[in-house]
């Protein structure tokens, strides 16, 4: 109890002598140094089979630190916190789990380093994953079969300081168990990938990317090269990521030619009036060691009361399964 | 028609009296080694994709959203309107990245830009002084 008194006068004392701000989206700043934020959604699925379910998908904070060149990040978050569906009772889930955690130190514009357990920096999707930056509910299988969406490790990128300087590149590596294996698509713990990055502007860029993970549940070691590009005019968005990957049911064995997974999406938004998306997405995804196929249009319209706060419905039609309805809303705060 | 020539060069006067009058400055302190800077360079800057000037942090500094100044850099430099600023900002929020600073006035920007190393901010060409350097003019016709 005397821990928690001196920890409380401690963060007074220290919040009166710094200049302290709250905005709704952006969350606490202290000292335009530290920040604190975070943010939640709640979602609703009902497939034309019958099946329905309803959860809080997310409730995460995040906090990061700059100081000079160093930044210190870290999220912490708890998936599915509410979820129900046709087939299970209501269950709570409140264990939050570390989602991200690394220490990153700026050596120049073309050098940078970052440690510890990071979103992948591969592709769009998965740089925006969370429901309140993306503009569909439901994800692109593009974005979520193809390598994990986490790594525990070093990532080195920066600007190339040769032959194109608005080009990007990253070069990450894992060799370690995750720090948190929860909320990962896969378990690994050998990654290694990078990606080209180049930019034309901010608001369009195109690029490739590769890599090799080996899945420690299914014992397989994959390989893959994607390619993806983006471009945004005033009210219009396109963008697209396209896939392919080989697998090795042996760990490191010797790579062939052959491509047992493809995918692509091509996603396209438009404001159709202020804080009114229009989305249509085409996406495709054939796995032919594993016999999965997957054709799906999604539209969908997504509704921008406030910037930070998002309500979105879409229909997604399958070619071989249900289709089904997603809404949901995503805050930021 | 000495007196239509004067005429004349009275009113191209008047025409570059008023442009120079309308320009917005981007403007860096003695200290900051950076001595002019392209629209792209500026832009990726403020929207914070590049953070380094030859090998130099920089650190852009914003006026509030309701400013006319800002209004007229958004336009001309980042050429994004505030739903496509939103939307970009959210993303970089999640990765840890926040906007710029936001000073409450050009006399704000001035001091903070002569004061740290690295600072740039944006003001009306009337307001700079000897202790500042123009690194990029914004033409607002």
């Known amino acids: 109890m005397k821990r928690v008194i001196a920890v409380f006068f401690l963060f007074i004392s220290v919040v009166q002598a710094t200049e302290l701000q709250y905005r709704f989206g952006r969350g606490l700043s202290i000292d335009n140094r530290f920040y604190l934020g975070g943010y939640t959604s709640l979602q609703y699925e009902y497939r034309e089979n019958g099946y329905y379910e309803y959860k809080v998908d997310d409730l995460a904070v995040l906090g990061f630190l700059r100081f000079n060149k160093f930044k210190i990040f870290g999220e912490l978050e708890a998936r599915n916190w509410y979820y129900k569906s046709k087939n299970t009772d209501g269950e709570f889930n409140l264990k939050l789990h570390t989602e991200r955690i690394y220490l990153q130190y700026d050596f120049n514009e073309h050098f940078k380093i970052r440690g510890g357990r990071f979103i992948t920096p591969l592709g769009i999707w998965n740089q925006v994953h969370i429901n309140a930056l993306k503009w569909t509910t439901s994800d692109p299988v593009t974005a979520v079969w193809f390598y994990p969406w986490f790594s525990t490790g070093l990532d080195i990128f920066g600007f190339l300081p040769v032959l194109s300087e608005n080009t990007e590149y990253h070069f990450f590596i894992q060799k370690t168990k995750n720090i948190d294996h929860e909320y990962n698509n896969v378990k690994s713990d050998d990654f290694i990938g990078f990606q080209f990055k180049k930019y034309f502007d901010v608001n369009r860029y195109a690029g490739f990317n590769g890599g090799r993970f080996y899945d420690t549940d299914l014992r397989e070691t994959t390989t893959f090269v994607g390619f993806f590009g983006y471009l945004n005019i005033k009210r219009f968005y396109l963008m697209g990521e396209a896939y392919l990957a080989h697998e090795n049911e042996e760990h490191h064995t010797s790579y062939s030619s052959r491509i047992d997974k493809e995918s692509y999406y091509l996603q396209m938004v438009y404001r159709v009036f202020s804080r009114n998306y229009l989305i249509l997405r085409n996406e495709y995804f054939n796995d032919r060691s594993d016999n999965g196929y997957l054709h799906v249009w999604t539209i969908g319209w997504n509704y921008k009361p406030r910037f930070n706060i998002s309500l979105k419905g879409e229909f997604q039609i399958f070619e071989k399964r249900a289709n089904r309805f997603l809404t949901s809303f995503a805050v930021l705060f | ?141």
């Open chain 2, 1 to 141: 028609m000495k007196k239509s020539i004067r005429v004349l060069v009275f009113i191209i006067c008047m025409f570059f009296s008023l442009n120079a009058h309308g320009e917005v400055v981007v403007v860096t302190g003695k200290n900051t080694p950076i001595d002019s800077i392209s629209r792209q360079e500026l832009k990726n800057i403020y929207l914070k994709i590049k953070t380094f000037v030859n090998g130099h942090r920089v650190i852009p500094v914003n006026l509030p959203p309701d400013s006319p100044l800002r209004k007229i850099f958004q336009k001309k430099v980042l050429q994004m309107d505030s739903e496509q600023l939103n939307i970009y900002w959210n993303e970089m929020y999640f990765h840890g990245i926040e906007p710029p600073l936001v000073l409450s006035s050009e006399e704000a920007v001035k001091k903070f830009v002569k004061k740290v190393k690295g600072a740039i901010g944006y003001i009306r060409r009337e307001n700079v002084d000897k202790d500042l350097k123009i690194i990029f003019i914004i033409r607002e016709r």
